[in-house]
T-cell receptor, first 113, second 114 residues
Framework: DGGITQSPKYLFRKEGQNVTLSCEQNLNHDAMYWYRQDPGQGLRLIYYSQIVNDFQKGDIAEGYSVSREKKESFPLTVTSAQKNPTAFYLCASSPWEHDYEQFFGPGTRLTVL | QKEVEQNSGPLSVPEGAIASLNCTYS??????FFWYRQYSGKSPELIMS????GDKEDGRFTAQLNKASQYVSLLIRDSQPSDSATYLCAVKPAGGTSYGKLTFGQGTILTVHP
Protein backbone atom coordinates (compact mmCIF):
# COMPACT_ATOMS: atom_id res chain seq x y z
CA ASP A 1 0.00 0.00 0.00
CA GLY A 2 1.24 3.46 -0.84
CA GLY A 3 1.32 5.99 1.90
CA ILE A 4 3.21 7.92 4.52
CA THR A 5 4.49 6.41 7.72
CA GLN A 6 5.60 8.23 10.82
CA SER A 7 7.31 6.81 13.84
CA PRO A 8 7.01 6.62 16.68
CA LYS A 9 3.32 7.27 17.28
CA TYR A 10 4.00 8.54 20.81
CA LEU A 11 7.27 9.97 22.04
CA PHE A 12 8.27 11.19 25.46
CA ARG A 13 11.30 13.39 25.92
CA LYS A 14 13.06 14.87 28.87
CA GLU A 15 13.86 18.55 28.79
CA GLY A 16 17.22 19.24 27.18
CA GLN A 17 17.17 16.21 24.90
CA ASN A 18 17.10 16.21 21.13
CA VAL A 19 14.69 13.79 19.47
CA THR A 20 14.23 12.76 15.85
CA LEU A 21 10.86 12.01 14.30
CA SER A 22 10.80 9.72 11.31
CA CYS A 23 8.77 10.26 8.12
CA GLU A 24 8.85 7.92 5.13
CA GLN A 25 6.71 7.95 1.99
CA ASN A 26 6.42 5.54 -0.92
CA LEU A 27 4.11 7.71 -3.03
CA ASN A 28 7.01 8.91 -5.20
CA HIS A 29 6.17 12.48 -4.19
CA ASP A 30 8.80 15.14 -4.68
CA ALA A 31 7.70 17.48 -1.92
CA MET A 32 7.54 16.79 1.78
CA TYR A 33 6.45 18.91 4.74
CA TRP A 34 6.47 19.03 8.52
CA TYR A 35 3.66 20.65 10.46
CA ARG A 36 3.00 21.18 14.12
CA GLN A 37 -0.53 21.15 15.57
CA ASP A 38 -1.39 22.38 19.06
CA PRO A 39 -4.78 21.77 20.72
CA GLY A 40 -7.52 23.89 19.21
CA GLN A 41 -5.22 25.26 16.57
CA GLY A 42 -4.60 24.67 12.93
CA LEU A 43 -1.43 23.37 11.36
CA ARG A 44 1.71 25.47 11.32
CA LEU A 45 4.46 24.79 8.81
CA ILE A 46 7.89 23.98 10.26
CA TYR A 47 9.96 22.99 7.23
CA TYR A 48 9.35 21.85 3.69
CA SER A 49 11.41 20.28 0.94
CA GLN A 50 10.70 20.35 -2.76
CA ILE A 51 13.56 18.11 -3.85
CA VAL A 52 16.32 15.96 -2.40
CA ASN A 53 19.11 17.85 -0.62
CA ASP A 54 17.08 21.04 -0.49
CA PHE A 55 14.68 22.37 2.14
CA GLN A 56 13.25 25.69 3.31
CA LYS A 57 12.11 27.08 6.63
CA GLY A 58 8.44 27.43 7.25
CA ASP A 59 6.74 29.77 9.69
CA ILE A 60 8.04 28.22 12.91
CA ALA A 61 11.44 26.66 12.11
CA GLU A 62 13.29 27.85 15.22
CA GLY A 63 14.38 24.93 17.38
CA TYR A 64 13.91 22.36 14.62
CA SER A 65 16.16 20.86 11.96
CA VAL A 66 15.59 18.57 8.99
CA SER A 67 17.45 16.66 6.31
CA ARG A 68 16.42 15.33 2.91
CA GLU A 69 19.04 12.84 1.78
CA LYS A 70 16.55 10.55 0.07
CA LYS A 71 13.35 11.27 -1.80
CA GLU A 72 11.42 8.92 0.47
CA SER A 73 12.60 10.26 3.80
CA PHE A 74 12.33 13.59 5.63
CA PRO A 75 13.25 13.26 9.32
CA LEU A 76 12.62 16.10 11.76
CA THR A 77 14.83 16.74 14.78
CA VAL A 78 13.34 18.63 17.68
CA THR A 79 16.26 20.21 19.46
CA SER A 80 16.61 21.38 23.04
CA ALA A 81 16.37 24.93 21.69
CA GLN A 82 12.67 24.43 21.00
CA LYS A 83 11.06 26.03 24.05
CA ASN A 84 7.66 24.38 23.91
CA PRO A 85 7.94 21.15 21.90
CA THR A 86 4.93 19.29 23.26
CA ALA A 87 2.59 18.98 20.26
CA PHE A 88 1.22 16.73 17.52
CA TYR A 89 3.64 16.57 14.59
CA LEU A 90 2.39 15.79 11.13
CA CYS A 91 4.41 14.92 8.07
CA ALA A 92 2.94 15.34 4.60
CA SER A 93 3.93 14.89 0.99
CA SER A 94 2.62 16.10 -2.33
CA PRO A 95 3.31 15.59 -6.01
CA TRP A 96 5.34 18.34 -7.62
CA GLU A 97 2.56 19.51 -9.88
CA HIS A 98 -0.11 19.61 -7.15
CA ASP A 99 1.66 20.96 -4.10
CA TYR A 100 -1.63 21.83 -2.41
CA GLU A 101 -2.83 18.22 -2.43
CA GLN A 102 -0.94 17.18 0.63
CA PHE A 103 -1.23 13.64 1.97
CA PHE A 104 -0.60 13.36 5.66
CA GLY A 105 0.99 10.67 7.76
CA PRO A 106 -0.66 9.44 10.99
CA GLY A 107 1.34 11.85 13.15
CA THR A 108 3.66 11.66 16.16
CA ARG A 109 2.52 12.97 19.52
CA LEU A 110 5.52 14.37 21.38
CA THR A 111 5.36 15.05 25.10
CA VAL A 112 8.14 16.72 27.05
CA LEU A 113 8.35 15.56 30.62
CA GLN B 1 -5.85 39.72 12.43
CA LYS B 2 -5.24 36.05 11.73
CA GLU B 3 -4.40 35.20 8.14
CA VAL B 4 -7.08 32.51 7.96
CA GLU B 5 -9.92 32.57 10.43
CA GLN B 6 -12.74 30.08 10.83
CA ASN B 7 -16.05 30.46 12.62
CA SER B 8 -15.71 29.54 16.23
CA GLY B 9 -17.13 26.23 17.28
CA PRO B 10 -17.98 23.75 18.20
CA LEU B 11 -20.86 23.49 15.75
CA SER B 12 -23.61 21.01 16.53
CA VAL B 13 -26.29 20.03 14.02
CA PRO B 14 -28.92 17.27 13.95
CA GLU B 15 -28.58 14.38 11.54
CA GLY B 16 -29.99 15.28 8.14
CA ALA B 17 -29.48 19.03 8.55
CA ILE B 18 -27.15 21.31 6.60
CA ALA B 19 -23.89 22.17 8.32
CA SER B 20 -22.33 25.48 7.33
CA LEU B 21 -18.64 26.10 7.97
CA ASN B 22 -17.12 29.50 7.27
CA CYS B 23 -13.65 30.85 6.65
CA THR B 24 -12.24 34.30 5.98
CA TYR B 25 -8.74 35.14 4.80
CA SER B 26 -6.68 38.30 4.89
CA UNK B 27 -4.43 38.00 1.83
CA UNK B 28 -6.44 39.46 -1.02
CA UNK B 29 -4.26 37.86 -3.69
CA UNK B 30 -4.82 34.30 -2.48
CA UNK B 31 -5.81 32.06 -5.34
CA UNK B 32 -6.52 28.58 -4.05
CA PHE B 33 -8.67 27.37 -1.20
CA PHE B 34 -9.04 23.98 0.39
CA TRP B 35 -11.05 22.17 3.01
CA TYR B 36 -9.44 19.37 5.00
CA ARG B 37 -11.30 17.04 7.37
CA GLN B 38 -9.59 15.74 10.49
CA TYR B 39 -11.11 13.06 12.68
CA SER B 40 -10.15 13.14 16.35
CA GLY B 41 -6.61 11.88 16.85
CA LYS B 42 -6.09 11.37 13.13
CA SER B 43 -4.39 13.28 10.35
CA PRO B 44 -6.13 15.69 7.96
CA GLU B 45 -7.42 14.63 4.56
CA LEU B 46 -8.27 16.87 1.63
CA ILE B 47 -11.99 16.85 0.81
CA MET B 48 -12.59 19.94 -1.34
CA SER B 49 -10.67 22.50 -3.37
CA UNK B 50 -11.98 25.66 -5.05
CA UNK B 51 -10.26 28.27 -7.18
CA UNK B 52 -12.99 30.37 -8.82
CA UNK B 53 -15.80 32.48 -7.43
CA GLY B 54 -19.04 30.60 -7.05
CA ASP B 55 -20.03 27.15 -5.93
CA LYS B 56 -18.37 23.77 -6.40
CA GLU B 57 -20.33 20.65 -5.55
CA ASP B 58 -19.04 17.17 -4.76
CA GLY B 59 -21.65 14.79 -3.47
CA ARG B 60 -23.04 16.15 -0.22
CA PHE B 61 -20.32 18.80 -0.02
CA THR B 62 -20.49 22.27 -1.58
CA ALA B 63 -17.65 24.78 -1.38
CA GLN B 64 -18.47 28.44 -1.95
CA LEU B 65 -15.94 31.15 -2.73
CA ASN B 66 -16.34 34.92 -2.77
CA LYS B 67 -13.00 36.56 -3.45
CA ALA B 68 -14.39 40.10 -3.19
CA SER B 69 -15.48 39.39 0.37
CA GLN B 70 -12.44 37.14 1.03
CA TYR B 71 -14.75 34.43 2.20
CA VAL B 72 -14.92 30.69 1.60
CA SER B 73 -17.44 28.27 3.05
CA LEU B 74 -18.23 24.58 3.13
CA LEU B 75 -21.79 23.29 3.22
CA ILE B 76 -22.52 19.70 4.16
CA ARG B 77 -26.00 18.59 3.18
CA ASP B 78 -27.82 15.70 4.84
CA SER B 79 -25.24 15.68 7.64
CA GLN B 80 -24.37 12.27 9.06
CA PRO B 81 -22.80 11.33 12.40
CA SER B 82 -19.77 10.17 10.38
CA ASP B 83 -19.26 13.81 9.34
CA SER B 84 -18.38 14.66 12.95
CA ALA B 85 -14.81 15.93 12.75
CA THR B 86 -12.69 19.06 12.73
CA TYR B 87 -12.78 20.92 9.42
CA LEU B 88 -9.71 22.93 8.49
CA CYS B 89 -9.75 25.73 5.94
CA ALA B 90 -6.46 26.18 4.07
CA VAL B 91 -5.37 28.95 1.74
CA LYS B 92 -2.56 28.99 -0.79
CA PRO B 93 -1.19 32.41 -1.66
CA ALA B 94 -0.37 33.43 -5.21
CA GLY B 95 3.16 33.81 -6.44
CA GLY B 96 6.10 31.62 -7.31
CA THR B 97 7.47 31.53 -3.79
CA SER B 98 4.28 30.09 -2.39
CA TYR B 99 5.07 26.49 -3.38
CA GLY B 100 3.47 24.13 -0.88
CA LYS B 101 2.87 26.88 1.63
CA LEU B 102 -0.65 26.37 2.82
CA THR B 103 -1.92 28.55 5.64
CA PHE B 104 -4.45 26.78 7.82
CA GLY B 105 -7.23 28.16 9.95
CA GLN B 106 -7.66 26.96 13.51
CA GLY B 107 -10.41 24.53 12.53
CA THR B 108 -14.08 24.18 13.39
CA ILE B 109 -15.28 21.16 15.33
CA LEU B 110 -18.50 19.76 13.88
CA THR B 111 -20.71 17.35 15.78
CA VAL B 112 -23.67 15.71 14.05
CA HIS B 113 -26.03 14.19 16.60
CA PRO B 114 -28.59 11.49 15.77
Amino acid sequence: DGGITQSPKYLFRKEGQNVTLSCEQNLNHDAMYWYRQDPGQGLRLIYYSQIVNDFQKGDIAEGYSVSREKKESFPLTVTSAQKNPTAFYLCASSPWEHDYEQFFGPGTRLTVL
Amino acid sequence: QKEVEQNSGPLSVPEGAIASLNCTYSDRVSQSFFWYRQYSGKSPELIMSIYSNGDKEDGRFTAQLNKASQYVSLLIRDSQPSDSATYLCAVKPAGGTSYGKLTFGQGTILTVHP
